[in-house]
């Protein structure tokens, strides 16, 4: 394949909407529960693959009805999951808790994603025939690695997206070619919060950085070269989660593609435009006939 492959997570997203989160000890009558398939990981192969990427996952689901909910998420969207593991015990979660101000507080547990520890069979020969591997940091660190450096043997681009925000090994952004934080994560990994500084930081240790900025767009840099700023168009936005890994998983479609960075930005930000004015993570994901329309 000369396509795109995701090593990360898979989470069932269990959501709770309240008018207020409940306090310790406390209980409260919920308005509504919804299901919806995510992880990070398993996100971005979706993003990529409604815009048209040929996508693979390599990861676990549990042994539980929604491993197959979420392998079926994935295949549904075009993605292939030969690689996609499936452990003993339970898929892993995420438990979110919506209020009326729009605030969320989320417990995760990794459930079956900490079951992937390093590559398994057939993992590298995989990774070696692909464009571009994706990675973010919701499987064990020890995963994320290996991959990286699978990837980097063979000369395979690699994006890493470095959420949950967290300090890196050296040896992890020495196998890294473009790293996409938000500002939030730019931050952590820099202590610095200015995303044009922060950029400049991140450069000594990786060779291109894409740090996005929400409605304010996304900030290119590149050592040698003038930062470039790509305006995120201007919608109404009604839920943003899964902008950013529809934002990656369209950009790496279109770098597969061989555009050039500034028009795979503004592809991706019109992608993950159109994810904010939905609900819903991967569901709200835009194909690529949406994608060109807009
Ligand atoms: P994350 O979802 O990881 O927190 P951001 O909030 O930076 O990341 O969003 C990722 C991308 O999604 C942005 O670079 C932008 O292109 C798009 N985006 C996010 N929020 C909006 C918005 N309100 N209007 C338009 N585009 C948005």
């Known amino acids: 394949m000369t396509g795109i492959v995701v090593l990360g997570s898979t989470n069932m997203d269990l959501v709770a909407y309240v008018a207020r989160a409940p306090k ?12 919806v398939p995510g992880g990070k990981g398993a996100n971005q192969a979706v993003a990529a693959a409604r815009a048209g990427g040929e996508v693979a996952m390599i990861g676990a689901v549990g042994a539980d009805e929604f491993g197959e909910q979420l392998r079926h ?18 898929s892993g979660t995420a438990h ?50 290996s991959g990286a450096e699978a990837a ?18 050296s ?4 196998t890294i070619d473009l790293l996409v934080p938000n500002e939030h994560e730019a931050a ?24 996005t900025l929400g409605a304010a767009g996304s900030l290119y840099a590149t050592r040698g070269a003038e930062p470039v700023t790509v305006p995120a168009p201007r919608v109404s936005a009604v839920d943003t ?10 950009l790496a479609v279109a770098l597969c593609e061989g555009r050039p960075m500034r028009e795979a930005m503004g592809w991706a930000s019109s992608a993950a435009a159109l994810c ?19």
């Open 24 to 35: 310790s000890g406390e209980t409260v009558t919920g308005r509504e529960f919804r299901m």
């Open 188 to 211: 952590v990994l820099t202590g610095i919060a200015d995303p044009h500084a922060a950029a400049e930081a991140l450069l000594r240790q990786v060779p291109q950085v894409v740090i």
């Open 241 to 250: 989660t899964g902008a950013g890994d529809t934002f990656v998983g369209t």
């Open 171 to 174: 040896e992890l952004l020495g």
């Open 96 to 145: 979110v808790v919506v209020d009326d101000e729009g605030g969320n507080s989320i417990v995760v547990i990794a459930g079956a994603n900490h079951t992937v520890t390093c590559l398994g069979p057939g993992d590298e020969t995989l990774i070696a025939t692909a464009g571009t591997l994706l990675l973010q940091l919701e499987l064990p660190l020890s995963a994320v690695l």
């Open 152 to 169: 980097h043997r063979h000369s395979v681009r690699t994006i890493l997206t470095p959420s949950p925000a967290q300090p890196l090994p």
């Open 73 to 90: 998420t994935l295949i549904a969207s075009g993605v292939d999951t030969d690689l996609l593991r499936t452990a003993e015990g339970l």
């Open 276 to 294: 904010v004015q939905r609900h819903g993570a991967s569901t709200s994901m835009p194909y690529r006939t949406e994608i060109e329309a807009s």
